[in-house]
């Protein structure tokens, strides 16, 4: 099965992905992490540690340097380019905008879009952390689900409704981040109520969480916005009710 | 490389595309005593609160008599709301390409940046005028291409546009580094890196001066969201650069991004707004901006 997670920037799409991808793990799914943003930050919220995120080398990064050869297949760089993240859960950094003349963002190596229409996702599950905004998915993310976070704000729910107009091949489960009360679920519900809808309530711990540079698991496994998501990972691999 | 100017040309060997800067057209302007010329982009990661400073600002130097040009390349219209403005409900630059040989969109005949601004910008509160990428529509990414081509070229006209030379230029980014390699503020002589006190936000700013300074650039840092004593330390200790700017943590500023309105007709005296009210002093005094490059 293969995972997009999308929305505005800092709606929570990373903490979203790396808890997900953390506790499927856990419960003893194959789990390949894809950073698919231009500013990688997935490994902070897999529980690498922040300056070990931030030195991660990329694929395309890799392959002008040399440092690894190019491969014949999706899977021959997924294989050269994984490290492990806690748990077992294996990390592909897909592109880092880090250079001074970047070349062309389009043709300049493989795409994330490419990598996640290609990777095999029968046998595992493939977590696809994409960059903020509406293009990630428009430009032909290939997933079987959807995940679209929302915090309670109206720039954040128009661009959920644009990515949910844009993903609509996929099974879509619109995550309300952040959630404080009724009132921010009633703005979420009022322009994405068609869709399913996953809850994950404000939460000190993954606060505190982003502050330190942890993974949320990693500082409470039992608070109750990690517990929200561990939910939601069980319901991705449960069958899906799409009917 | 010389920064003796006020517009010291750190970008003009920018990214894929160099930027054609002509010297003297902005520098020969001469300025009101006091004034300072303004030409900022806010960079920094989503969420880190880059619309409301960039649209405060520009609400803020317009009240003060500047003409404010506001630039908001983000497909998706957040600077708008910050602004207090209407977004547009089709890209506004739609109309000002066609298609040349081999498919590239390029502004029409006639069409420079100073035109672009007059005709496809819109007005915004306080005679803010701003100009957008524009909408996504919501069936697709097919009719922002023209616009967003054409807004690249209108951005590398900017500097040597004389009609708009004493204007004031505050440009929004969408998130991460992307349009920041790619030179999508050829106009802009100041970085604003925004950063909240996480390790996420300060990275990207740490990646953002670096970026910044490879090309012998300075990045300013304004640390957002800063509830803690320590909080604007820890980002200058991440990120690398100090902070020039505090704003701290504010409800206001969630209550106007829940209702999506500007925080300067929100909830002007709150915290936040005077922080970023504060910024543009600093700025326009010099007391933070004076650019060293290396």
């Known amino acids: 099965m293969k995972i997009a997670v999308a929305g505005k920037g800092g709606a929570g799409k990373t903490t979203v992905s790396g808890t997900v991808a953390r506790q499927l793990s856990r419960a003893g799914h194959p789990v390949l992490a894809i950073d698919a943003d231009t500013n990688p930050m997935l490994g902070i919220s897999l529980g690498m540690g922040p300056e070990e995120t ?74 696809c952390d994409m960059e903020a905004g509406v293009g990630a998915i428009v430009r032909g993310g290939k997933a079987d689900i959807v995940l679209i976070v929302v915090e309670p704000s109206v720039k954040s729910i128009d661009v959920g409704i644009r990515v949910a107009a844009a993903a609509a091949e996929a099974e879509v489960i ?23 809808l996953a809850v994950v309530p404000e939460d000190p711990t993954i606060a505190l969480a ?18 929200a998501l561990a939910r939601l990972a069980e319901r991705l691999v449960a069958q899906p009710v799409r009917g | 490389m010389s920064t003796a100017g006020p517009y010291p040309k750190f970008w003009a060997t920018v990214g894929s595309r160099p930027a054609r800067r002509r010297p003297g057209v902005v520098d020969d302007y001469e300025w009101p005593p006091g004034e300072r010329p303004l030409r900022i ?63 590239c969109w390029r502004l029409k005949k006639g069409v420079g940046p100073v035109r672009a601004v007059q005709r ?17 529509p919501v069936s697709g ?30 440009g929004d980014h969408p998130a991460g580094p ?33 970026l910044a300074s490879a090309r012998g650039a300075a990045a300013l840092t ?22 020039v700017a505090t704003i701290p943590a504010d409800e206001a500023v969630r209550e106007s991004d829940r209702l999506g309105v500007a925080l300067i007709d929100h909830a002007p005296s709150c915290p936040a707004a005077r922080a970023i009210e504060q910024l543009v002093d600093d700025l326009v005094d010099g007391k933070v901006g004076q650019v060293t490059g290396p």
């Open chain 1, 54 to 127: 931030y030195r991660l080398l990329t694929v395309r990064q890799g392959l002008d340097d040399g440092t690894i050869e190019h491969q014949h297949s999706v899977e021959g760089l997924v294989e050269a380019f994984g490290v492990d993240a806690p748990d077992g859960v294996r990390l592909v950094v897909a592109m880092r905008e880090a250079r001074v003349d970047p070349g062309c963002v389009c043709c300049g190596g493989i795409t994330p879009q490419q990598m996640l229409g290609e990777l095999e996702g029968e046998r595992r599950t493939v977590v």
């Open chain 1, 174 to 196: 619109v995550v309300a981040n952040r959630i404080r009360g009724e009132a921010d679920l009633e703005a979420i519900r009022a322009e994405l109520g068609d869709h399913e």
């Open chain 1, 210 to 227: 982003d502050v330190e540079g942890r993974a949320p698991i990693d500082v409470d496994p039992g608070a109750p916005g990690v517990g």
């Open chain 2, 41 to 103: 982009v806010v960079v920094g990661k989503g969420g880190a609160g880059k619309s409301v400073v960039a649209g405060t600002m520009a609400r803020i130097l317009a009240r003060r008599g500047r003409r404010v040009l506001a630039l908001d390349t983000d497909g998706v219209p957040g600077l708008a709301l910050s602004l207090g403005a209407t977004p547009p409900s089709t890209p506004p630059l739609v109309a000002a390409v066609d298609q040349a040989e081999g498919g």
């Open chain 2, 120 to 136: 496809f910008s819109t007005l915004a509160p306080d005679g803010v005028r701003v100009l957008e990428v524009g909408d996504h």
């Open chain 2, 141 to 170: 990414v097919a009719s922002v291409t023209p616009s967003a081509q054409a807004f690249y070229q209108v951005i590398h006209g900017l500097p040597e546009a004389r009609a708009l030379r004493a204007w004031t230029m505050i």
């Open chain 2, 178 to 210: 992307r349009q920041t390699t790619h030179d999508w503020a050829s106009y802009a002589d100041t970085l604003l890196v925004v950063a909240e006190p996480t390790w996420k936000s300060a990275l990207t700013a740490r990646r953002l001066a670096e």
């Open chain 2, 222 to 243: 304004v640390a957002t969201k800063v509830s803690s004593p320590g909080d604007a330390d820890r980002v200058t200790q991440i990120a690398g650069v100090p902070v």
